[in-house]
C-alpha cells in the first residue's frame, strides 16, 4: 500500500513540475518583410555632396552581410570602405577624398538584411554627386558562356574610356555583377565613348587572368548619349 502511495505522490509532482516548467512559444507568423529604408544622408539623387560618412535608417534592427564582397561603390575608390550596423542603422566611413563634379552610386546588393530572418533590402541604391548635376544615363544587358549558352550569375562586368587601358593590368572604374538570371546594370554615367568587357573575378581583383577565369569583351567602344540596352557578352574559357 505504502508503494502505490509513494508511485501516486510522484507522478503528481511529476505532473506539477511539468505544468510549471517554462517553455518558449512556439508558433507565429514568420517575418518575410524585408527592411526599408527610412532616410539617409546624403538622401538618394542628392547634388554637392562632400562628406566622407555616409548614414542609412532602416524600419528595423539590421545585419551586414558580407559587406566587402556586396557592396559595390562606383567610381571605384582606392581603399576599401569601413561599414558597421548598429541597431536600425549603417555607417559608411570613406578613407578617400571623393572626386569633385562625379556621381557616385552604391548598389547594398545583399548587404543589408534584417536580424530576424535575414530578409535582404530590395533594390536598395543610393546615388549622389558631388557636383551640381546628378549623371543619369545607363547600360544594360546579359552575360552568358559562349559554349553552353548558359547565363553567368556573379560576374563582374567593368566599363572603361582609355584606349590605353589593359584589362589583364588595369583595375576599371565603373563596374557591377550579374544577378542569377546572368543581366546586369550600371547606371548614373555620364555620356562618353565605353569599352565595355566582364570576367569572372574568382580572385576579387578586378583584374582578369587569363590562365584561371573566363572572360568577355567587345572589340568597338559604344558612345554613350542615350540609355543603352540589351548589350550581349558571351563569355570564353
Partial sequence: MRTLLNIICVFYLLLLISCAR?????GGPKDSIPPTLLNSTPRHGQVNFNGKTIELT???????NNPKEQLIITPGLVHDVDARA???QVTITLEDDLQPNTTY????????????????????KLAFSTGSYLDSLSINGSVYD?????EIKDATIALFQSDTFDIFNHKPV???????????QIENLKPGSYFIYGIQDKNKNLITDSKTESYAF?????????NVMGIALPFVR
Wanted: proline letters at 5%; zero cysteines.
Fill in 22 to 26: 517554462q517553455t518558449t512559444p512556439t
Fill in 58 to 64: 532602416f524600419s528595423e534592427s539590421i545585419v551586414l
Fill in 86 to 88: 548598429k541597431k536600425n
Fill in 105 to 124: 552610386t552604391i548598389n547594398f546588393r545583399e548587404a543589408v538584411q534584417d536580424i530576424t530572418e535575414k530578409n535582404p533590402a530590395q533594390r536598395l
Fill in 146 to 150: 559562349l559554349l553552353t549558352g548558359k
Fill in 174 to 184: 565603373y563596374f557591377t555583377k550579374s544577378d542569377d538570371k546572368g543581366t546586369f
Fill in 218 to 226: 567587345l572589340s568597338e567602344p559604344f558612345n554613350l548619349t542615350t
